[in-house]
Protein backbone atom coordinates (compact mmCIF):
# COMPACT_ATOMS: atom_id res chain seq x y z
CA UNK A 1 0.00 0.00 0.00
CA UNK A 2 2.85 2.55 0.62
CA UNK A 3 4.45 1.78 -2.13
CA UNK A 4 1.60 2.41 -3.90
CA UNK A 5 1.14 5.65 -2.49
CA UNK A 6 5.06 7.02 -2.70
CA UNK A 7 4.11 5.67 -6.74
CA UNK A 8 1.46 7.84 -7.14
CA UNK A 9 2.82 11.12 -5.28
CA UNK A 10 5.84 10.42 -7.51
CA UNK A 11 3.73 10.33 -10.80
CA UNK A 12 1.98 13.93 -9.57
CA UNK A 13 5.32 15.86 -9.03
CA UNK A 14 6.61 14.38 -12.09
CA UNK A 15 3.42 15.69 -13.84
CA UNK A 16 3.19 19.15 -12.20
CA UNK A 17 6.87 19.53 -13.19
CA UNK A 18 6.04 18.54 -16.89
CA UNK A 19 3.10 21.14 -16.90
CA UNK A 20 5.48 23.79 -15.49
CA UNK A 21 8.59 22.85 -17.96
CA UNK A 22 5.74 23.49 -21.23
CA UNK A 23 4.45 26.14 -19.79
CA UNK A 24 8.03 27.36 -19.73
CA UNK A 25 8.80 26.05 -23.02
CA UNK A 26 5.66 27.28 -24.71
CA UNK A 27 5.72 30.76 -23.22
CA UNK A 28 4.92 33.47 -25.33
CA UNK A 29 7.64 36.64 -24.07
CA UNK A 30 4.89 38.55 -22.62
CA UNK A 31 3.46 35.68 -20.94
CA UNK A 32 4.22 35.57 -17.26
CA UNK A 33 5.04 32.97 -14.09
CA UNK A 34 2.38 32.38 -11.71
CA UNK A 35 3.78 34.65 -9.00
CA UNK A 36 4.64 37.48 -11.32
CA UNK A 37 2.86 40.36 -13.74
CA UNK A 38 3.96 41.56 -16.83
CA UNK A 39 2.67 43.03 -19.66
CA UNK A 40 -0.88 42.58 -19.34
CA UNK A 41 -0.90 39.33 -18.60
CA UNK A 42 -1.11 36.92 -15.18
CA UNK A 43 -0.88 33.01 -15.13
CA UNK A 44 -1.52 32.87 -18.57
CA UNK A 45 -5.13 35.64 -19.12
CA UNK A 46 -4.15 38.72 -21.66
CA UNK A 47 -6.46 41.29 -22.80
CA UNK A 48 -8.03 40.37 -26.26
CA UNK A 49 -8.43 36.55 -25.12
CA UNK A 50 -12.20 34.40 -26.34
CA UNK A 51 -13.59 33.47 -23.62
CA UNK A 52 -14.89 30.65 -25.58
CA UNK A 53 -11.26 29.55 -26.65
CA UNK A 54 -9.68 29.60 -23.13
CA UNK A 55 -8.97 26.43 -21.35
CA UNK A 56 -8.54 25.46 -17.66
CA UNK A 57 -4.98 24.33 -18.33
CA UNK A 58 -3.41 25.64 -14.28
CA UNK A 59 -6.46 26.53 -12.90
CA UNK A 60 -7.87 25.36 -10.20
CA UNK A 61 -11.98 26.87 -9.96
CA UNK A 62 -14.12 29.35 -11.86
CA UNK A 63 -17.15 30.91 -9.94
CA UNK A 64 -18.88 34.07 -10.52
CA UNK A 65 -16.75 37.00 -8.84
CA UNK A 66 -18.45 39.96 -6.23
CA UNK A 67 -15.70 42.43 -6.44
CA UNK A 68 -13.09 41.45 -4.17
CA UNK A 69 -15.54 39.41 -2.30
CA UNK A 70 -16.20 35.74 -1.37
CA UNK A 71 -17.23 33.37 -4.80
CA UNK A 72 -20.83 33.63 -6.06
CA UNK A 73 -22.28 30.96 -8.36
CA UNK A 74 -19.13 28.11 -9.40
CA UNK A 75 -18.52 27.93 -13.26
CA UNK A 76 -17.21 24.77 -15.32
CA UNK A 77 -15.86 26.68 -17.89
CA UNK A 78 -14.55 30.44 -19.44
CA UNK A 79 -17.32 30.84 -21.92
CA UNK A 80 -19.79 30.51 -18.72
CA UNK A 81 -19.14 34.07 -17.82
CA UNK A 82 -22.61 34.99 -19.51
CA UNK A 83 -24.15 33.59 -16.09
CA UNK A 84 -22.30 36.23 -13.66
CA UNK A 85 -24.21 39.28 -13.98
CA UNK A 86 -22.91 42.21 -15.34
CA UNK A 87 -21.36 44.77 -13.30
CA UNK A 88 -22.18 48.64 -13.71
CA UNK A 89 -19.55 49.11 -16.29
CA UNK A 90 -21.37 45.94 -18.14
CA UNK A 91 -19.06 43.75 -17.63
CA UNK A 92 -19.15 40.04 -16.14
CA UNK A 93 -16.58 39.24 -13.66
CA UNK A 94 -15.38 35.75 -13.36
CA UNK A 95 -12.99 35.01 -10.62
CA UNK A 96 -10.31 32.10 -10.65
CA UNK A 97 -7.98 30.22 -8.78
CA UNK A 98 -4.94 28.84 -9.58
CA UNK A 99 -4.27 24.83 -9.87
CA UNK A 100 -3.67 23.89 -6.07
CA UNK A 101 -2.17 20.06 -7.10
CA UNK A 102 1.53 21.62 -6.57
CA UNK A 103 0.73 22.82 -3.45
CA UNK A 104 -0.95 19.11 -3.02
CA UNK A 105 2.40 17.41 -4.16
CA UNK A 106 4.79 19.45 -2.05
CA UNK A 107 2.64 18.86 0.91
CA UNK A 108 2.73 14.99 0.08
CA UNK A 109 6.28 15.27 -0.10
CA UNK A 110 6.79 16.61 2.75
CA UNK A 111 8.54 19.49 0.97
CA UNK A 112 7.13 22.82 3.30
CA UNK A 113 9.00 25.27 0.70
CA UNK A 114 7.56 24.06 -2.52
CA UNK A 115 4.09 23.78 -0.59
CA UNK A 116 4.21 27.46 -0.18
CA UNK A 117 5.82 29.01 -2.90
CA UNK A 118 2.55 26.96 -4.61
CA UNK A 119 0.18 27.64 -2.24
CA UNK A 120 -3.11 29.63 -3.22
CA UNK A 121 -3.26 32.54 -5.77
CA UNK A 122 -0.55 34.55 -6.03
CA UNK A 123 0.88 37.59 -7.52
CA UNK A 124 4.53 38.58 -6.54
CA UNK A 125 4.51 36.46 -3.74
CA UNK A 126 1.00 38.20 -2.57
CA UNK A 127 -2.04 36.05 -1.65
CA UNK A 128 -4.36 37.68 -4.23
CA UNK A 129 -8.15 37.42 -5.19
CA UNK A 130 -7.99 37.28 -9.19
CA UNK A 131 -10.84 38.19 -11.27
CA UNK A 132 -11.05 37.99 -15.40
CA UNK A 133 -13.95 40.90 -16.89
CA UNK A 134 -15.27 40.03 -20.34
CA UNK A 135 -18.21 41.77 -22.27
CA UNK A 136 -21.52 40.47 -23.37
CA UNK A 137 -19.26 38.86 -26.61
CA UNK A 138 -17.01 37.34 -24.11
CA UNK A 139 -13.90 39.01 -25.12
CA UNK A 140 -11.55 39.46 -22.16
CA UNK A 141 -11.17 43.17 -21.56
CA UNK A 142 -10.33 43.43 -17.71
CA UNK A 143 -8.01 42.04 -15.01
CA UNK A 144 -8.38 42.53 -11.61
CA UNK A 145 -5.94 41.77 -8.62
CA UNK A 146 -7.18 42.33 -5.14
CA UNK A 147 -5.02 41.68 -2.41
CA UNK A 148 -6.97 38.85 -0.29
CA UNK A 149 -7.72 39.98 3.29
CA UNK A 150 -8.03 35.91 4.32
CA UNK A 151 -4.02 35.75 4.33
CA UNK A 152 -2.07 35.55 7.53
CA UNK A 153 -1.66 38.30 9.46
CA UNK A 154 2.01 38.87 8.25
CA UNK A 155 1.00 38.59 4.72
CA UNK A 156 -2.02 40.85 5.37
CA UNK A 157 0.34 43.47 6.62
CA UNK A 158 2.64 43.60 3.27
CA UNK A 159 -0.40 44.04 1.25
CA UNK A 160 0.44 47.45 0.14
CA UNK A 161 3.80 46.54 -1.14
CA UNK A 162 1.83 45.06 -4.11
CA UNK A 163 1.47 48.46 -5.38
CA UNK A 164 5.01 48.69 -5.55
CA UNK A 165 5.75 45.00 -7.40
CA UNK A 166 2.81 46.22 -9.98
CA UNK A 167 4.09 49.80 -10.62
CA UNK A 168 7.81 48.24 -11.08
CA UNK A 169 6.40 45.94 -13.75
CA UNK A 170 4.14 48.28 -15.86
CA UNK A 171 7.49 51.04 -15.74
CA UNK A 172 7.93 53.63 -12.32
CA UNK A 173 7.30 56.46 -15.06
CA UNK A 174 4.13 57.61 -16.34
CA UNK A 175 2.05 57.04 -12.95
CA UNK A 176 -0.34 59.70 -11.61
CA UNK A 177 -0.65 59.30 -8.38
CA UNK A 178 -3.05 61.15 -5.56
CA UNK A 179 -2.38 61.22 -1.95
CA UNK A 180 -5.35 61.79 -0.03
CA UNK A 181 -4.83 63.19 3.78
CA UNK A 182 -5.84 60.97 6.46
CA UNK A 183 -9.45 61.15 7.45
CA UNK A 184 -10.50 62.30 11.16
CA UNK A 185 -9.18 59.16 13.51
CA UNK A 186 -7.20 57.59 10.66
CA UNK A 187 -3.65 57.01 11.96
CA UNK A 188 -0.27 55.57 10.31
CA UNK A 189 0.90 52.34 11.23
CA UNK A 190 4.66 52.06 12.58
CA UNK A 191 4.90 55.92 11.06
CA UNK A 192 3.83 54.83 7.26
CA UNK A 193 0.66 55.97 6.28
CA UNK A 194 -0.48 55.32 2.49
CA UNK A 195 -4.22 56.06 1.27
CA UNK A 196 -3.14 56.50 -2.64
CA UNK A 197 -4.37 56.26 -6.02
CA UNK A 198 -2.57 55.59 -8.94
CA UNK A 199 -3.24 55.92 -12.75
CA UNK A 200 -1.37 54.87 -15.58
CA UNK A 201 -2.65 55.23 -19.42
CA UNK A 202 -1.02 54.06 -22.33
CA UNK A 203 -2.22 52.67 -26.07
CA UNK A 204 -2.35 49.39 -24.94
CA UNK A 205 -4.06 49.66 -21.39
CA UNK A 206 -5.21 51.82 -18.72
CA UNK A 207 -4.52 50.89 -15.27
CA UNK A 208 -5.71 51.79 -11.93
CA UNK A 209 -4.03 51.25 -8.52
CA UNK A 210 -5.62 51.61 -5.37
CA UNK A 211 -3.60 50.99 -1.74
CA UNK A 212 -4.29 51.90 1.68
CA UNK A 213 -1.75 51.10 4.83
CA UNK A 214 -3.19 53.05 7.86
CA UNK A 215 -5.24 52.18 10.98
CA UNK A 216 -8.76 52.82 10.76
CA UNK A 217 -10.81 55.30 13.90
CA UNK A 218 -11.06 52.68 17.21
CA UNK A 219 -7.62 50.60 15.98
CA UNK A 220 -4.76 50.69 18.07
CA UNK A 221 -1.17 49.27 17.95
CA UNK A 222 -1.27 48.50 21.57
CA UNK A 223 -4.82 48.01 23.26
CA UNK A 224 -5.92 50.72 25.72
CA UNK A 225 -7.74 48.96 28.49
CA UNK A 226 -4.94 45.81 28.89
CA UNK A 227 -1.81 47.75 27.45
CA UNK A 228 -1.00 44.94 25.21
CA UNK A 229 -0.21 44.64 21.85
CA UNK A 230 -2.95 43.85 19.20
CA UNK A 231 -2.63 41.87 15.96
CA UNK A 232 -4.43 42.53 12.93
CA UNK A 233 -5.74 46.37 13.68
CA UNK A 234 -4.71 47.69 10.49
CA UNK A 235 -6.11 48.31 7.06
CA UNK A 236 -3.66 47.20 4.22
CA UNK A 237 -4.86 46.33 0.93
CA UNK A 238 -4.10 46.95 -2.94
CA UNK A 239 -6.73 46.85 -5.12
CA UNK A 240 -5.14 46.82 -9.30
CA UNK A 241 -7.67 46.97 -12.28
CA UNK A 242 -5.97 46.63 -15.61
CA UNK A 243 -8.56 47.38 -18.58
CA UNK A 244 -8.85 47.77 -22.61
CA UNK A 245 -8.56 51.23 -23.35
CA UNK A 246 -10.75 50.82 -26.41
CA UNK A 247 -13.73 48.95 -24.33
CA UNK A 248 -16.80 51.67 -24.09
CA UNK A 249 -19.71 50.98 -22.07
CA UNK A 250 -22.55 49.77 -23.69
Not at 23 to 32: F, L, V
Not at 67 to 74: A, T
Not at 183 to 203: D, L, N, S
Request: charged fraction near 25%; include cysteine; charge should be negative.
Amino acid sequence: MRTAVVICIFTMLITAMGRSATAQTARDPGEIHAGEIHAGEIHGLKLGLKAQAMTLDGWGELACGSNGGPPRQKLGSWSDFGKCGPEPGGLHEVAARFDDEAEFVGRAIDDPQYAEQHAGTRVAGHPVILSALFDDAGTLRGIRIISDPRASPMERRMAHLLRVAVMNHYGSNGWNCTDVPPAEGETPVGGIFIKQRCEKITPERTMTVETHFLRLPGQHDIDPETHEYTQGQYESWTRFELFDPGYRIP
